[in-house]
């Protein structure tokens, strides 16, 4: 693994979270694969920091579901299962359409102009094949809401969803997708809430979140 430790030290974020934030684009690209066990010593050697950081990143992507840990085993990428997919969009459902709901009256027609953005972002990142850039924008057009919902706990819930969609994510979407990929898959949201049609936004938006991943994909796998 590349040694990174140039990189720290010259952010805002902790140690802690610049090594949690590198293991988990790590993972996302899958420059370290689903079921793979990792070391705390040998990822604070890689890193060139001390286990300590380490220790609390891998107990954060724990929490978001990145990594597992088996007692008297060992720490493990967590395997993307059909029911890691199931709870995923179960919850995901819930968790939007709330968010949504309690902002929907207040969005503006600047926010779907920001909306918009954010697809233009993630189609181009698309079509270069950066699909972890490509997934944080499309990811970026969903946390919009609950920004706008002003529900911190709300929020707090939707970043440990946010990485499992992500993790999803980079297992099935395609390497390189059509130039207006994601503008097409959120367009009917957009027009709605131009239109201020909170009911046809909400059921666009189911619609989109349980089409967004390929369960036969890990029935397969």
């Known amino acids: ?66 990594l597992t840990v088996y007692p008297f085993k060992g720490t493990y990428v967590t395997e993307i299962s059909y029911a890691y997919v199931k709870n995923a969009i179960q919850t995901r459902v819930i968790l939007e359409t709330g968010a949504v709901s309690l902002c929907f009256d207040s969005l503006t027609e600047e926010d779907a102009q920001e909306l918009i953005l954010h697809t233009e972002r993630s189609d181009e990142y698309c079509s270069k094949g950066f699909i972890f850039e490509a997934t944080e924008e499309d ?3 969903h946390e919009y809401f609950f920004r706008k919902c002003d529900n911190d706990l709300m929020l707090r819930l ?58 036969q994909y890990f029935q397969k796998h």
């Open 158 to 215: 939707w970043k440990v969803l946010r990485t499992r969609i992500q993790y999803i994510q980079s297992y099935t979407k395609p390497q390189i997708l059509p130039s207006d990929y994601l503008r097409k898959r959120h367009s009917g949201m957009i027009e709605a809430l131009k239109h201020k049609n909170k009911e046809l936004f909400l059921s666009d938006l189911v619609d989109h979140i349980e089409s967004s991943f390929d369960y």
């Open 139 to 141: 990811l970026n057009f």
């Open 1 to 66: 693994m590349t040694n990174l430790s140039a990189g720290f030290g010259h952010e805002s974020k902790s140690i802690s979270d610049q090594v949690c934030d590198t293991i988990r684009r790590l993972i996302i690209n899958k420059s370290i694969l689903s079921g793979e066990r990792l070391v705390e010593t040998k990822m604070a050697k890689d890193l060139a920091v001390s286990i300590t950081p380490v220790r609390q990143a891998f107990s954060e992507l724990a929490n978001e579901g990145l």
